[in-house]
């Protein structure tokens, strides 16, 4: 079977098939967000493909959390998704539960970025405007240095796809809040303001 570039409606459905849980739901929004805005940042013709590839990422999550990328690999063929938009979603757990390399600018903004997301949302939840709106970098910086703060998030994967991308980590943490921003409200996280 010939394989198919999915609109962002069909690969939202998709997410949806293999995953009820609110919160990968909202995770997989957020990351969707970011990676359509350093697209955006980075001039890229084909910015809907990032978004795709972001909405898509965890797709194997929630059924399958012991084969998380390898169990992509599978479902994402059998839906006919393209080889690259395979490869970028097995890549964002690169030596995690992948062996699969992130190689282009896409797929290491994505290792770098899927972390993140869950640490700057977790320190928006404890502002008192519960909003991301009014988030700033050292707001997330400060939560950084607290390893026992959102524990499960691993800040080296972040650091080595900082590297990767020869970004400085204030920019990437400033440019995923602002991702996050765009999308604040189906992300929970405008809070009161």
Known sequence: MEQTRPTREQAYDLLRKYNKSDS???????????????????????????????LLHDIDYEMYPE?????????????NLPEDYIHAVQSHGWGLCSNVEPIHTMEKVLYTIDELTGLIAATALLRPSKSILDLEVKSVKKKWKQKSF???????????G??????????????TIKGMQSVAESIGLKGQL
């Open 162 to 175: 900082a590297n990767m991308l020869s970004m400085e980590l204030d920019y990437i943490i400033g440019e």
């Open 67 to 79: 084969q998380h990328c390898l169990k992509a690999h599978e479902i994402l063929t059998e839906h």
């Open 150 to 160: 959102a524990a499960g998030v691993n800040r080296e994967v972040i650091e080595q």
């Open 24 to 54: 990968l739901i909202i995770h997989a929004l957020s990351v969707e967000a970011v990676m359509l805005h350093f697209a955006g940042l980075l001039g890229e013709p084909d910015k809907e493909k990032w978004g795709i590839i972001g």
